[in-house]
């Protein structure tokens, strides 16, 4: 092999290896992010996508829309959203009221998250009009075995009259402990004296930074 060809050959192949890395950055480490896959035609409230399961012992639970009512709920069903409200992107989106202790829902990540490893959160949230759940609030986020929770960040945006999808996401380093945490668990909040009740679209969980600072 000439110097030439060699040159050429470990410019290919380096840029390769920052393609598959840029890659494993902007992975989304959450399967069904937009809510779209469902497992049957199940209609009313309490069902969730794929993937999906409740994580709160609040019934009937967190619930499904889907704007052609083919899964779970009509968006203006109850008077939660306001008719002509479609989802982010898709047909459908998830919500969970916060009444204590939340409608919270889960999934059981498919690889386990690294220590000391940043990572970014972020999802598309849309206001209720219904009158007693106008406050302002959204998702506290946790990581858990189902015993041990580990806080790790929130997603709020502005209730009550917005109608409308907002955007919120959060930075955070993974706990030494993440190696026994499997489940990610999103807990519906209020943060005013009533109670808030947010449309959930396009969650994302993605690798920021390998590995920082000491442990811990
Ligand atoms: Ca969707």
């Known amino acids: 092999m000439n110097n030439t060809l060699v040159m050429k050959t470990r410019f290919v192949f380096s840029a390769l290896l920052s393609v598959v890395a840029s890659a494993s950055f902007t992975q989304n480490l959450l399967r069904n992010p937009s809510f ?5 035609g ?8 794929n993937d999906w399961y409740q994580a709160s012992i ?24 306001t008719v002509g409200t479609t989802a982010f ?19 059981t990540l498919s690889k386990q998250l690294k220590p000391r490893a940043r990572y970014r959160v972020s999802a598309w949230l849309h206001d209720s009009t219904r009158a007693f759940q106008l406050d302002d609030g959204g998702y506290d986020v946790y990581l858990t075995d189902g015993i041990l929770s580990e806080y790790i960040g929130h997603l709020y945006a502005t ?3 917005t109608d409308a999808w907002q955007f919120s996401e959060f930075v955070f380093r993974a706990p030494q402990i993440v190696t026994s945490l499997s489940e990610i668990v999103f807990q519906p909040v209020s943060l005013g ?7 959930l679209d396009d969650v994302s969980l993605t690798l920021q ?3 920082i600072g000491p442990r811990r």
């Open 193 to 199: 004296a009533q109670t808030a009740y947010f449309g």
């Open 36 to 40: 779209e896959d469902v497992p049957n």
């Open 89 to 107: 992107t898709g047909n459908r989106f998830v919500a969970g009221w916060s009444l204590d202790p939340g409608e919270s829902m889960g999934q």
């Open 42 to 49: 199940s209609l009313g409230q309490g069902v969730l996508p």
């Open 159 to 161: 209730g009550g009259g």
């Open 58 to 81: 609040l019934e009937p639970g967190a619930d499904t829309y889907s704007e052609d009512g083919t899964y779970g709920l009509f968006p203006e069903e109850f008077g939660n959203f």
């Open 209 to 211: 930074i390998q590995s």
